[in-house]
């Protein structure tokens, strides 16, 4: 059986030239970048290599970049660690309703700890309202923290005009652009961020490594406790041949960025142009011009869901419901939740992610299977 | 072997030895099997501990280790709709009350069921200790071969729809093999503990329990002439034939629960296991199943259990016209139950049960 991964947006395949880059950081260069001796001296170079080079992809300088366990180390880090570095300026963030539980987990810790925190509702596009974000802001906020694309919906917010609104504000800018980075195209310079969070297995790097850009004079507390790597922001011994990875898929990433995205909107209009052939109702939850290219998320009214990913991956087709981790469980989606209530279409949504190796074949094929499972479901 | 590998089999696994079991040897015969965790009861704790979430990590392992795809499904609601809101109203009814029936008929053999079928099964199978016979079209219900584990008590209320569809791979094989046959195939749950109890209760105190859900109302023990011995902390945390718990103390025989009197929220109570009180010669039997799909019209001789891993008795069964059944026993029988299933054999097969309604007491003797 032929199988098919749609589901990038869970986590991708090492591209592997990005993989080819890693071995000798395995096997050859394996020192410790902290140490004083060649060995030592090999890693650092090579973590310094790539240090300068993703800081200069995303508009930032070469000591704005801390590398981090991966997307959610780096958005508690720059929400946990700002807030307790900064308390003395005010207890106050913003935060949308639909942001990954990465940054609103942390939140919720913040809460415990005094601080007050205003989540935004998102309309039924999933997006926050500049104007609503304005009212809320007080003098004591001290961070907002809006994510540039959605993991669940691809939906991304206004990141460039919440930047340019928060330049007249003391409040620092936080997004998290886990999903967004390498498809979608980011420059913190001009969309006056503060902090980015990013993730390298989400754009062909490998798990357990990202990180997070803070931008030159702003103050974090740590969250880890050890060494004092990455300028004391980051204790624990740096994963250089993870970093180099991260740093490969990126530049390959950007260099086909255009190219890919162009794939992923024929891919997008391919699964639903034969869908509406094949007369399955769905409703798509997002609005297109406000979308990643490679994320859909559609809902198949009156399906049961956990049932529908059940007979798509016995077909073959690895796709998602809701975001990871829930199996098991009838828990519709916050993210939904919040942009349709609870409601048929919350509980019945399947999301479609296109990446690095996808081909119009298999999205075709992709199509039928799902007309044929759900002709089966009697839906 | 050919059929058997376009045969797609659904299998409950519980995280347990004997599901884990049961998928290996369908694997082993060459079938096309998929695992499924059904997730009926949420036990999460303060620290969100969930035992539920231990065992789906078993099933992880096995399934694994077997080389087979699994998921989890959730049926949290409908286990709360259909057994345990009648597992509250018998008790609150005064009865005992038998949710691992219900919980096949409406869980395990339906939601699962429908579940499994939407998924493209032909079968699912469990690791119940039963057999299943098909000739003619006709599905039979057949007792375990394992007679100490047989638990086609459990199954009396299925139909041959259900039947229809159903796999028990363990019916022919005995306990202590499919714990060997485990070992062998060095599946993660080899040596897990068989699970005791009702499983949403577990190992926990069970009057605990209950009076989260029920309020308890006490009232008095007293004996069959009305002399008051104690009090009781709600007739629901009792049961016919009892004897922990009472607290009665002084000199003779032990004392036992008897009857109860819900009218006056009264516990009877009577000193010896052998106590007149306690044996009825004849039930009434409500919601009768049979497992053919025909009802019989006239009366018949069979073998009867009362409860779960009781003996056969002899019985004699005279259907009503409402569809109820009045059953008598050829001997007084000790503490039968009502809310609990008088199921009814013919030598190895089960032909169904119903819900023991009113118990008539034997004649004093």
Same mark, same amino acid.
């Given at each position: ?7 990038? +947006? ?6 592997p ?5 890693m ?70 963030i ?16 913040l ?57 007249s ?24 961020i503060d902090?980015? +969070? ?12 990202g ?36 740093y490969r +898929? ?73 975001? +990871? ?8 989606s ?7 209530g ?15 190796g ?22 | ?83 345990f ?30 579940h ?15 057999? &299943? ?8 219900? @057949? ?23 159903v ?32 499983? /949403?209760?577990?190992?926990?105190? /069970? ?36 004897r ?15 009857d $109860? ?11 010896? /296991? ?19 799909? $025909? ?10 259990k /009362? ?7 002899? &019985?004699?069964v ?6 109820? @059944? ?18 009814f ?5 089960? @032909? ?7 118990? $008539?007491k034997?004649?004093?003797?």
């Open positions: 059986m032929e199988r098919i991964y749609l589901d990038h +947006a869970a986590t991708s395949p090492v591209h030239h990005a993989a080819e880059a071995i000798p950081y395995l096997t050859d260069f394996f020192g410790n970048p902290s140490s004083i001796h060649h060995f030592g001296r090999q890693a650092r170079a090579g973590l310094d290599e790539a240090r300068e080079k993703i800081a200069a992809f995303i508009g930032a300088s070469y000591n704005e970049i801390v590398f981090t366990g991966g997307g959610t180390e780096a958005d508690n880090l720059a929400i946990i660690g700002y807030a307790r570095a900064n308390r003395q300026k005010g207890n106050h913003i935060t949308a309703s639909t942001e990954h539980h990465g940054v609103l987990n942390a939140c919720k810790l809460e415990t700890e005094g601080f007050e925190v205003t989540y935004l509702p998102v309309d039924e596009y999933g997006r926050i309202s500049l104007k609503g974000l304005e009212a809320e802001l007080k003098d004591n906020t001290i961070l907002v923290s809006i994510m540039t694309a959605n993991n669940e919906t691809g939906i991304l917010q206004p990141i460039k005009e919440i930047g340019a609104l928060l330049k504000h003391s409040a620092v800018f936080h997004t998290d652009a886990v999903q967004a980075l390498g498809k979608h195209l980011i420059n913190v310079e001009e969309m006056h902090m980015l +969070a990013a993730s390298a297995h989400k754009f062909n790097g490998p798990n357990g490594v990180f997070l850009y803070v931008k030159q004079g702003i103050e974090l507390s740590p969250i880890l406790f050890g060494g004092e790597q990455e300028r004391k922001r980051r204790a624990g011994t740096e994963n250089t041949a993870g970093v180099i990875g991260m +898929a990126l530049e390959i990433s950007l260099e086909h960025r255009e190219a890919r995205n162009e794939d992923y909107l024929s891919f997008r209009n391919l699964l639903l142009e034969k869908l509406f052939e094949a007369d399955v109702k769905y409703v798509i939850n997002g609005d297109a011009p406000y979308m990643l290219p490679n994320v859909l998320n559609l809902s198949f009214p009156g399906a049961n869901v956990e049932q529908l990913l059940m007979n798509l991956d016995l077909e073959g087709i690895a796709v998602s419901s809701g975001s +990871a981790c829930t199996a098991g469980s009838v828990e519709p916050h993210v939904l939740l919040s942009m349709h609870e409601n048929e279409r919350s509980k019945s949504a399947v999301r479609f992610s296109f990446g690095y996808n081909t119009s074949g298999q999205v075709e094929k992709t199509a039928q299977v799902l007309n044929k499972v759900l002709k089966r479901m009697k839906i | 072997m050919a059929d058997n590998a376009n045969t797609r089999v659904v299998v409950g696994m519980s995280g347990g030895v004997d599901s884990s079991v049961t998928a290996h040897l369908l694997k082993e015969q060459g079938y096309e099997v998929i695992g499924i965790f059904m997730k009926n009861w949420d036990d999460t704790d303060d620290s969100g501990m969930c035992t539920a979430t231990e065992d789906y990590n078993d099933v992880i392992r096995v399934c694994n280790q077997i080389g087979i795809p699994y998921f989890a499904v959730n049926f949290e609601k409908e286990y709360w709709d259909k057994v809101t009648y597992f509250l109203e018998e008790y609150k009814a005064g009865r005992t009350p038998n949710p691992d029936v219900m919980c096949n008929k409406e869980i395990k053999f339906k939601a699962f069921l429908d499994a079928l939407a998924l493209g099964a032909d079968y699912v199978a469990t690791g119940h200790y039963a057999q &299943v016979s098909r000739e003619n079209g006709q599905v039979k219900l @057949l007792r375990g071969l394992d007679q100490n584990k047989d638990q086609t008590y459990f199954l009396n209320a299925l139909s041959q729809e259900q039947l229809q569809k796999m028990f791979p363990l019916g022919d094989i005995e306990k202590p093999r499919v714990r060997e046959i485990a070992k062998e195939a060095a599946l993660a749950t080899a040596d897990k503990k068989d699970s005791t109890g009702i499983c /949403f209760i577990g190992e926990r105190n /069970f009057k605990e329990f209950l009076s989260q859900y029920l309020p308890a109302q006490k009232g008095n023990m007293e004996t069959m002439d009305g002399e008051i011995k104690g009090t009781h902390d709600g007739l629901m945390y009792y049961t016919l034939g009892q922990q718990g009472l607290g009665i103390g002084g000199s003779g025989e032990p004392w036992f629960v008897v $109860k009197d819900l009218d006056r929220n009264v516990l009877i109570v009577g000193q010896g /296991f052998h106590h007149p009180q306690l044996y009825s010669e004849a039930l009434t039997a409500v919601d009768v199943n049979w497992i053919s799909g $025909k009802a019989p019209e006239e009366a018949f001789t069979c073998t009867a /009362f409860r779960y891993r009781q003996e056969d008795h002899p &019985v004699t005279i259907p009503q016209k409402d569809g109820s @059944l009045e059953v008598s026993f050829e001997d007084p029988e000790r503490a039968v139950t009502p809310g609990q299933y008088v199921v054999y013919h030598e190895r097969e089960c @032909l169904g049960g119903g819900t023991i309604d009113q118990v $008539k034997a004649a004093a003797v």
